[in-house]
């Protein structure tokens, strides 16, 4: 079935408002970033913390077009708590005295870092340290 660029729209809005839902992290604080990457579309979903007003990468997708990583999105989003493992992570930027704590899914340490330093200098932040929570 294809869609008119009319509807591929209206279907993109639809499923982002579903992943918006999904996740409730209230308005303004998720942001969808598509671009093409060597023939695909590509779409990094950006979580922003109200509270220190950080972004981080919450997970990325690619595939042919618009509507397919979008559907992937969603589908991540509706299963990740049963596939990734929990990380906490209390870091400091430079030039705060504050320190804070961040929470994500990953499949492992290195996954975990990676969205606390998306689209940043890794000289910003300084880790503290980094823990595997237990599992429920």
Do not use: C
């Not at 990734?84 to 400091?92: A, D, L, N, P």
């Amino acid at each position: 079935m294809d869609l008119s660029p009319t509807d591929i729209h209206v279907e993109s809005a639809r499923i982002q408002r579903q992943i918006e839902d999904y996740l409730a992290l209230g308005p303004g604080n998720l942001l969808f970033e598509f671009r093409q990457l060597d023939g695909l579309t590509r779409l990094d979903l950006i979580t922003v913390n109200p509270r220190h007003h950080q972004s981080f990468l919450f997970r990325y997708e690619t595939g042919y077009d618009k509507l397919e990583v979008l559907r992937k999105m969603l589908t991540y989003v509706q299963h990740y708590r049963d596939e990734e493992s929990s990380y906490t992570i209390q870091w400091r930027t430079r030039g705060d005295r504050e320190l804070q704590t961040s929470y994500f899914r990953a499949h492992n340490v290195y996954e975990a870092l990676d969205k606390l330093y998306y689209g940043r200098d890794l000289s910003t932040i300084t880790v503290f340290s980094v823990v595997l929570n237990p599992s429920s």
